[in-house]
């Protein structure tokens, strides 16, 4: 009669739920994913371009045996890791100044940029942050196991200042 009807289509139901729903879900929580590691990369990304910013403040009365470029080069890490704070563990802050032309620059200050020869000579020098997170080992929200690929292993910034001539001295 009727009931077994009714039964019936209450199984059919419950079947399709469990099988609608983890779909749904593995669906809306990759969403929710790609949406945190976005807000992790413009996070990256605004805290280098602050960086390179802090160092172009005018780094006031030097402390003994600093140079300016150091003061400029400890402001921007200071000022990177300052937006990073709400992270668990905060990333790798890596501040160099180099010449324009170099395409490797390293954490050490270029010679020529510390140095210059004379005022109207100064090399075009430039201050680099660079970001790098582990996202792997630390990431913002679980990962679940099958939406392990969409996580990245590691994620970077990177922002670029020129030194003009007057921020260099």
């Known amino acids: 009669g009727p009931t077994g009807v009714i039964e019936r289509l209450r199984g059919a139901t419950a079947i399709e739920f469990a099988i609608a729903f983890p779909v749904f879900f593995g669906l809306v929580y990759a969403t929710l994913m790609y949406g945190f590691i976005f807000l992790v990369q413009m ?62 620059c390293s954490t050490t200050i270029e010679p020529d940029c510390a140095n210059p020869v004379a005022y109207d000579q100064l090399p075009r020098c430039q201050i680099v942050v660079t970001i790098t997170y582990p996202y792997a080992q630390h990431p913002v929200i679980p990962t679940l196991p099958l939406l392990g690929f969409l996580a990245p292993n590691e994620m970077q910034a990177t922002a670029r200042t020129f030194l003009g001539q007057g921020i260099i001295q």
């Open 43 to 104: 996070n990256l990304q605004h805290a280098a371009e602050e960086g390179t910013r802090a160092a172009l403040n005018h780094p006031g009365i030097l402390p003994s045996g600093t140079s300016p470029l150091e003061v400029r080069q400890s402001a921007a890490d200071a000022a990177a890791k300052h937006q990073l704070g709400w992270l668990k563990t905060l990333p790798e802050v890596d501040v160099s100044i180099c010449t324009v032309e170099n395409e490797s």
